[in-house]
């Protein structure tokens, strides 16, 4: 591995960058286990890989679906699967 050069397109990230990274990666990893435990991401049995790549793009649409009604519920507002379900009806 080269170590960053002058010429990198990519900016160096300051030190409060990197510090708030660091304290966003508990959430980060939180979230991964939530996918991995509560939504089944390490039960499963495939034999392709476009088949696993199916199951993990579901998984990440249900996540997002859960993690949005709890936030929803959280601030008092309707969920936007909901909402998008009664603007299609009407």
């Known amino acids: 591995m080269r170590p960053r050069g002058v010429d990198s397109p990519d900016p160096a990230a300051d030190l409060h960058e990197a510090v ?13 286990k939530q996918v991995k435990d509560e939504l089944g991401r ?15 793009s579901l998984l990440t ?12 519920r959280l601030v008092g507002r309707e969920p ?6 009664l603007s299609a009806a009407t």
């Open 20 to 32: 708030r990274i660091y304290g966003i990666r508990h959430r980060i990893e939180q979230s991964y």
């Open 80 to 85: 936007a699967v909901v909402t998008a379900v």
């Open 42 to 56: 390490a039960d499963f049995q495939v034999r392709s890989d476009i088949a696993i790549r199916r199951h993990r």
């Open 61 to 72: 649409c249900a996540f997002s679906f859960c993690w949005d009604t709890w936030f929803a």
